[in-house]
């Protein structure tokens, strides 16, 4: 009816009404500045998670270049802040992730299966731990014993089929080797993440030096670290969505 239509007063004075509301309602909504993410990255509790991420990748590090044989080279690190896509966060929950991802790389002798079984003595890493192990297959993929299982059999499966190239998995960390007779792994060279904010690590000479050790020594290591676990660890630290929250 006619009689219950506000008038042009009432309308107007609904809408400017409205108006503070709406503005609130989008301040929420709108993703905080990235000067301030970054901030909260910088606070006390993100310093000591920093640290703390830092001892972990450099105690892999020292691990692997304390092995009979195997000569420590060159680091590259790269600190960065990213904002997770849906594979590190299906839920949504986080603003920003922390990660640290390092590659360093190591010079040792051509035996490989020498070099695995001492590398397996010292302790380095659980290779193959928590991995999924096809209970057909007698070795957990990532495995030391499935690497060399690999060099026992020539590179074949039971079968008589042609295996690919082992590598050694842990937790967060991946090591390759120069495979004999095969292509080399690349020497480092800078890399560039779709990052935020970086803080990247790297040596010029770095090519050149393993290029020189690999012809000293007849082979080279590459060890990788990701930075991140999945979405049940994305990072060393998160910053959660929402106003007035912390980063965990």
Not at 5 to 10: D, G, H, L, N, Q
Not at 178 to 199: A, K, V, W
Request: with cysteine; charged share 25%.
């Amino acid at each position: 009816m006619a009689g219950d239509r506000p008038s042009a007063t009432e309308f107007l004075l609904g809408t400017l009404l409205a108006v503070p509301g709406r503005i609130a309602d989008a301040t929420v909504r709108r993703p905080p500045p990235y000067r301030r993410l970054l901030a909260r990255t910088r606070t006390p509790e993100a310093q000591a998670a920093r640290a703390a991420e830092h001892a972990v990748v450099g105690g892999l590090i020292e691990r692997l270049g304390a092995v009979d044989g195997v000569t420590h080279l060159v680091t590259q690190v790269d600190d960065r802040r990213l904002a997770p896509g849906l594979g590190l966060d299906p839920a949504r929950r986080l603003e920003l992730v922390c990660q640290l991802a390092a590659t360093a790389y190591f010079a040792a002798g051509p035996d490989v299966p020498e070099l695995l079984r001492r590398i397996e003595a010292v302790g380095v890493a659980d290779w193959g731990g928590g991995l999924f192990h096809d209970p057909r297959k007698p070795h957990p993929p990532g495995s030391v014993a499935d690497a060399l299982a690999y060099y026992r059999h020539g590179g074949r499966h039971p079968d008589g089929s042609p295996r690919d190239s082992p590598r050694l998995y842990a937790s967060g960390a991946t090591l390759l080797w120069d495979e004999p007779g095969g292509r080399p792994l690349p020497e480092p060279t800078p890399t560039m993440f779709n990052s935020t904010f970086s803080q990247y690590a790297d040596d010029p000479g770095a090519a050149a030096l393993v290029a020189a050790a690999r012809a000293e020594h007849g082979l080279i290591l590459r060890l990788s670290t990701s930075g991140a676990g999945g979405p049940q660890r994305p990072g060393y630290f998160t910053v959660p969505r929402g106003r007035r929250r912390r980063g965990r």
